[in-house]
């Protein structure tokens, strides 16, 4: 494990790490932030993951979350968002929404992609168990969040595992994969046909079967470009409804799908996620 | 002029624009945040000045400054750092730190420099008069700040015009340019051998002769790598202090020059200019 930088931020430190990844079979990138307190015993960890194109710093430099992070005392970890390198499979086309920086947070099954595109198991498990070995964290104490492509992996990895992750929060995710062309492309490329891998990694699927008992945290842009064809917070607002999952969807008139959004209510998300992470 | 984005952030807009620049004798590009004051009336002005390598986006995008200068109703704008495009003459080694991004916010004299390289009367004359006439900023009440290259952009033009700029504070800004590598090459390249000129831009050298009487606010990284080279804030400091100049220069242990830096401290300088242009 190389950390390749590592830069004061509101009195915390801004790190880069770089690692071989035993899910991925090849060497990744991921970011952490330690804030203040981490200097004086372990701290909770909150997970962000990007979205399509995406690598470990968009988040990193662009949200501005490190100011409230340092305040609450809480840890972020920003993993790339694909297996890179010169081995590892792309879109055959070089298409920006699917093979590199477009893992979807899955682990393929269909060659050639399943040998690298593993970041379900990557994010999941691999990389909080190397976390908690190296670094000041506390790693019973995490919560997850994401932004579009990122926000569908929030949703599905707190979906799946509700004892690993105390919150989970979105801005702008793409709530049913399954049922979106930037979803069927990737499903269909990493899963092939097999439906039912496809409903184990869509929120509104897993909501309607899944006896989710927490409460769930969406900001949507009311201007964002891909809410109606991509993103459909409406499927996720009903499934909500139906499996009586409490879902906060905040709806702000007039924001699109960039990082300026996601800065403007980035301090909110973490309040709400220092709550569930304090205790 | 051609708004070319517009984006809600904070409530306000964060808005890129190109227009013909009559200094530059070219199209350039810049940016400015409208907060939602901006909505009711007039609001004043705060100027970011970029370093070596920036355009008018660094600031935008990585400072996340918006979110108190929308709490404050200033608006911000962020020029690029030197002409641009097809005709405008670079570096002949297209070194990185003269030329394209390394514009020195001086008039050059000397060819081919003289035409396109104009940001002094860019930024201090062109810019305020077509920003009064196209967006409800109250350019009697404007501020300017900057970050190294920016810093010493932000200092020299508040010596100058003591009275067009209300307050003036930077970033580990390059504070005597005719004594460093970097100042340098830029006065070298873009006036020549004529040592007036250099140090008619040259903060230390403005404060010892110029009976400058507003108060100076620096932060200054510990571990900046270009501290002892390039920046020289004990060379400020001793001007100032000869001069009766009343600088505040907070030293911030284990902070390095990047965004990260200016991010974490952005919040300050802002409020200390909001107290100048409320007023």
């Known amino acids: 494990m190389d950390i390749i930088e590592d830069v004061l931020c509101f009195g915390g430190r801004q790190l880069r790490v770089k690692h071989t990844s035993e899910s991925c079979h090849c060497d990744m990138v991921f970011s952490v932030f330690l804030p203040p307190q981490a200097e004086q015993g372990k701290v909770p960890v909150v997970w962000w993951l990007s979205g399509l194109t995406c ?63 593993r970041m379900y198991d990557y994010v999941q498990a691999e990389l909080p168990a190397l976390l908690a070995k190296r670094f000041p964290l506390d790693i019973e104490r995490q919560s997850i969040m994401g932004h579009s492509m990122g926000g569908h992996g929030a949703l599905t990895l707190a979906l799946r595992h509700p004892d690993q992750y105390r919150s989970v929060s979105a801005f702008a995710p793409i709530c049913v994969p399954s049922q979106v062309s930037w979803g069927q492309k990737a499903f269909g490329g990493y899963f092939g046909g097999d439906e039912s891998l496809w409903l184990e990694h869509d929120a509104v699927a897993l ?61 909110e998300h973490f309040r709400y996620h220092g709550r569930f992470l304090s205790r």
């Open 55 to 117: 690598n470990d710093q968009n988040f990193v430099t662009k949200a501005g979350a490190q100011r409230v992070a340092a305040e609450l005392g809480v840890a972020i970890v920003a993993p790339d968002t694909s297996p890179r390198g010169d081995g590892v499979a792309d879109d055959p086309d070089g298409a920006w929404d699917f093979g590199l920086g477009a893992g979807f947070y899955v682990n393929a099954t269909q060659a050639p992609y399943d040998r690298h595109y």
């Open 207 to 267: 909501i309607e079967k899944s006896g989710f008992d927490k409460p769930i945290l969406v900001d949507q842009g009311a201007a964002d470009s891909f809410l109606q064809n991509q993103l459909k917070p409406e499927l996720l607002e009903q499934a909500c409804e139906r499996a009586g999952v409490a879902l906060t969807l905040n709806q702000r008139e007039g924001y699109d799908h960039s990082y300026f959004f996601i800065a403007s209510f980035i301090e």
